[in-house]
């Protein structure tokens, strides 16, 4: 792509927990960056440490029990070394996030304009009335009917969409470059996950934030990713352009997820009921170092190699990478 | 596009990655136990120490806790009496060390006979909603008195004994314990493994003993530990203020009663048994704080 | 091992007719009854041996209620349930009781839906042992059958359901399900809560078993994708009535409610080369306590006309075997075909 440096570049990520049963090594050396205005989600099932990636961006990781090591670079400062009100400015400010539930996430007792409101008062040093202003611009641009109404009303007297909707207005308020959204559509319902999306899309070309969208549901990356991050068991496993990842997966934990997602319309080709590709087995415990590879005990191309020897991340095509001994190699990317 | 197999030779090792934390240390499985549940550890280590001075009583180095001794009255602490004695000569050292007796039986008696019953009641109002309504208006009832002042009330109407204590505590108690079950049988009554039994044909009671019960008993022992320190201190209360354990009997409550009259000018005599009350009652309440977060499952996760 | 008389041939397994399910809201100082919570109001529908209906609806729309009032965990407002023909709503305990057998339930929390304090012999015996079906070592063998039958080692009886992940808890429930050698089995959101190569070995596991012991399923669930891969009928659920009830070929190609059709044109679809247009709806679903007058879909619908404000669309035959509470014989094509073609595509 361009030269400029991106946005966001995670280098050699690792974030720990200590555990009283042992070292729980929830993301292990996982490196990816993100550009300016781009999508990129980062997938995988739960426990493979996607969101304990976001909450280290944020620093929202307590530390201890959590220790995190590497680097995380934002336009080209370490965050991981800046004093905790250094890191406070950043959040909500430049890089701001939305949680899934957006119940537990907006605080019961303040009204939801005071909630959009207090974050630019801080960031910007608005005043109230000029906050409030504000949070009526943010409400209209969510999409948020009679704002001016809604602003005074508390996060109890709004549907589960709504919420979601004001969430999305908080961390936009101050117009960051970067939005973290840890599965922003799993808690809502389906019509409802696809007003969200759509107002995502939306407000993407409007606001021109990078996205860093995790989720654990492949077809709303198809919806709204750019690039891939594939994690599994703390480490990123693949990653590549959506094209790539969805027409040419790589890695065989990649393959599997696409084999065992139902695709809506599997009717119409079939006569009789179809059947998913199963991965056999489960997800390796994070409180022993792994030896190896980590799908080694899961995957059907499975050799001793993988079994003794972790396979390096390699570019095995054009800006597609994979951690696979076997994966094949297109012979152009050499 | 044309691919090609990496051969043998040619596979990439990842990066070998620096531990960011230390690796766990080796315990022993009593270490272990310890390290993760330090206030059990010293709670339980405490009670027992206690419990065994009241078996082992006679074995202290102590002499008749009864015998009195006019001539050796209200000695100061000493070589020959480490705590003193009396107004009447009576050695303050033995009568606290037999005194812990009193105290961890009046404890224990209520805390396991409060924990019964309230199981019990709890249980059947859990499950019966006609008798629910007409329990649990009793325990609102009950539970609008102070709960020593009922005691004290059940202490006059009756003659003093160790076991009218327990009585009279346990029943002041039972409401609370009540509510508690209630509460959990109510929230238990909707999970999911309960209402797949009553689908699984199990019938009524057997749901009770099998999947209610169990599942109830973990905040109960936790509610009797506490039930356990509140009940020694209400029976030295009561035995405070005469109401309790006959003045005969050595408890800490009794002991205290004697020593109020000289309370400023020998003060050891009410000091000791203080102190012992006190240090009792506290690691009782270490344990069942310790107990709570082990056995809560929202604490379970704490690292 | 089900009941002896064999059916008529021709009779559904389960019939559900005409079943509603009202909850009291209580409120006021005196705790008096201030309105009702319309769960699910006037529902119809019946399952045959060795088929799977679906239930699909979105969160609130009743299709979980209708499940619980089927296995009679709680009595029912209106309406009829029965089984094999014989009306089992209105049974007693007693009588009700060995009916119970014949079904069972999978729920979708599998770390809520399994006693802790058990080990899995004794919840997978449950049933047996309720039933009087066997005892000792037979019962050991039983259970050990159910394990093999679910793909789990024989050995796990032994534990404790917290040493098992989401996957195996929910294996060790389909067990428990199968124990009394069920005809028909609920399963309510029973693959939701799993991740997605869980959720595929769940599902494979279900269809399995199915075509093995000839298990009617009523399959309770969200996710259209996942209904699609299993079911052989489905009917679509939204405040507490089915709008729309077909075979899934039908459903699935062409579906005719507006309702139905907004909800599969909202599935993501995971193929980023395929752009499709899709119908967003408007707003959110109102309150089960206050329901629209008329069409309970009216205050969404991109069709709607002013009939469906105050006339209520009944349940009826458009055509293909195809039942679909809409007033219009033929719902608009231009932006729905379009969506169904991309859909289709994917």
């Not at chain 1, 969510?142 to 109404?149: C, H, K, L, T």
């Not at chain 1, 759509?198 to 409007?206: I, P, V």
Request: hydrophobic content about 45%; glycine content about 8%.
């Amino acid at each position: 792509m361009s030269s400029s440096a991106p946005l966001l570049d995670i280098q050699n990520l690792q974030t720990h927990f200590g555990t009283i049963d042992g070292v729980v090594r929830a993301v292990e050396g996982v490196s990816f960056s993100i550009n300016a205005g781009e999508t990129v989600a980062v997938v995988g099932e739960s426990g493979c440490g996607k969101s304990v990636t976001a909450m280290s961006i944020l620093r929202l990781i307590a530390t201890p029990p959590g220790k995190i090591a590497g680097k995380i670079l934002f336009k080209g400062t370490n965050l991981l070394e800046l004093s905790e009100p250094e890191m406070q400015a950043i959040r909500g400010n430049d890089i701001s996030m939305i949680f899934q539930e957006p119940m537990t996430s907006l605080n019961p007792v303040l009204t939801v304009g005071r909630q959009i409101g207090e974050t630019v008062m801080l960031h910007e040093g608005l005043s109230a009335k000029d906050a409030e202003q504000r949070a009526i611009e943010m409400l209209t641009l969510v999409g948020i009917p009679a704002p001016a109404r809604r602003v005074r009303e508390y996060p109890h007297q709004l549907s589960g969409g709504m919420r979601q909707r004001v969430m999305i207005a908080m961390a936009l308020a101050c117009s960051p470059q970067l939005l973290v959204a840890d599965e922003p559509t799993t808690a809502l319902d389906v019509t409802i996950q696809a007003q969200i999306l759509e107002l995502m899309r939306d407000l993407k070309t409007r606001v021109g934030a990078a996205i860093m969208l995790i989720t654990h549901d492949l077809g709303v990356v198809a919806e709204m990713a750019q690039r891939v991050v594939v994690m599994y068991a703390g480490r990123k496993v693949e990653e590549g352009s959506v094209e790539e990842i969805f027409l040419n997966p790589l890695h065989p934990y990649t393959r599997g997820l696409m084999g065992s997602m139902p695709k809506l319309g599997s009717s119409l080709h079939e006569t009789g009921r179809s059947k998913l590709t199963e991965i056999q087995g489960q997800v390796p415990s994070l409180r022993k170092p792994i030896i190896g590879c980590a799908f080694a005990g899961r995957c059907p191309n499975v050799t001793d190699v993988c079994r003794q020897m972790a396979p390096a991340i390699e570019e095995k095509a054009p800006k597609h990478l994979v951690a696979c001994h076997y994966a094949p190699r297109a012979a152009a990317a050499a | 596009m044309s691919t090609t197999t990496l051969p043998p030779d040619g596979f990439t090792p990842a990066p070998k990655l620096a531990d960011v934390l230390p690796p766990r240390k080796e315990r022993s499985k009593l270490g272990m136990f310890a390290y993760r549940h330090p206030t059990i550890a010293v709670g339980g280590f405490m009670v027992s120490l206690f419990v065994l001075m009241a078996i082992f009583a006679p074995l202290l180095w102590t002499v008749d806790p009864t015998a009195l001794a006019p001539a050796r009255r209200t000695r100061p602490p000493s070589e020959l009496y480490w705590f003193g004695t009396d107004m009447l000569g009576r050695d303050v050292y033995s009568r606290v060390i037999y005194g812990a007796r009193i105290s961890l039986i009046v404890g224990f008696g209520v805390a396991i006979c409060a924990a019964s019953i309230g199981l019990f009641i709890g249980l059947i109002s859990g499950f019966i909603r006609a008798v629910d309504a007409v329990v649990m208006r009793i325990m609102d009832g009950m539970m609008s008195i102070p709960s020593i002042l009922l005691a004290i009330a059940m202490m006059a109407l009756t003659r003093a004994s160790v076991e009218n204590v327990i009585i009279a505590i346990t029943i002041a108690d039972v409401p609370r314990v009540s509510r508690l079950v209630r509460g959990v049988v109510l929230t238990l009554r909707e999970q999911p493994y309960v209402e797949a039994a009553i689908a699984a044909g199990t019938r009524t009671p057997m749901i009770i003993i099998k999947h209610i019960l169990p599942n109830t008993l973990a905040p109960v022992i936790v509610q009797a530990t506490f039930l356990c320190a509140s009940a020694m201190i209400a029976e030295a209360t009561l035995s405070f203020i005469g109401a309790g354990t006959p003045p005969i009997i050595p408890s800490w409550g009794n002991i205290m009663a004697e020593g109020r009259a000289l309370w400023q000018v020998k003060p050891y005599i009410v000091f000791f048994p203080a102190v012992f009350l006190s240090i009792t009652v506290l690691s009782v309440n270490l344990l069942g704080d310790g107990l709570r977060d082990a056995l809560d499952p929202r604490m379970a996760k704490r690292i | 091992m089900s009941n002896s008389q064999t059916p008529s041939s021709g009779r559904p397994l389960l019939e559900v007719k005409g079943l509603k399910k009202h909850f009291p809201i209580h409120g006021g100082i005196l705790g008096g009854k201030t309105g009702n919570v319309y769960a699910v109001d006037g529902v119809s529908f019946s399952i045959n041996r060795g088929e799977t209906l679906s239930l699909v609806g979105e969160s609130g729309c009743g299709k979980s209620t209708v499940g619980k009032a089927v296995l009679r965990l709680y009595p029912i407002t209106d309406g009829e349930v029965l089984l094999d023909g014989r009306r089992v709503d209105n049974l007693p305990a007693g009588e009700l009781r060995p009916l119970r057998k014949r079904m069972q339930v999978v729920f979708q929390d599998p770390f809520s839906s399994l006693n802790p304090r058990q080990k899995l012999r004794d919840i997978i015996a449950e049933p047996i042992v309720n039933f009087g079906m066997a005892s000792g070592s037979e019962l050991d063998d039983r259970v050990g059958d159910l394990l093999d039958k679910v793909r789990l080692p024989r050995e796990a009886m032994y534990r404790y359901p917290h040493e098992f992940s989401g996957g195996q808890r929910q294996r060790i429930a389909i067990a428990r399900a199968l124990a009394p050698g069920s005809d028909l089995i609920i399963c309510d959101e029973a693959v939701s809560a799993l991740d997605v190569s869980v959720k595929a070995q769940i599902v494979n596991l279900l269809s399995d078993l199915q075509d093995e012991l000839g298990l009617a399923l009523l399959f309770i669930s969200h996710d259209l994708a996942i209904v699609e891969h299993l079911t052989h009928r489905v009917a679509v659920m939204y405040l507490g009535k089915i709008v729309e009830l077909a075979d899934r070929k039908t459903l699935f190609s062409t579906p005719h409610h507006p309702y139905t059709r907004a909800l599969l044109s909202a599935v993501p679809v995971p193929d980023p080369t395929v752009k499709r247009q899709r119908i967003i709806l408007r707003g959110d679903v109102p309150s089960p306590i206050n329901p629209p007058s008329g069409c309970r879909f009216h205050t969404r619908c991109p069709f709607v006309f002013d009939r469906c404000k105050v006339d209520e669309p009944q349940l009826r035959d458009v055509g293909m075997g195809r039942m679909s509470a809409c007033h219009l014989d033929v719902v608009p094509d231009t932006v729905p075909e379009a969506n169904r073609q991309a859909a289709v595509a994917a």
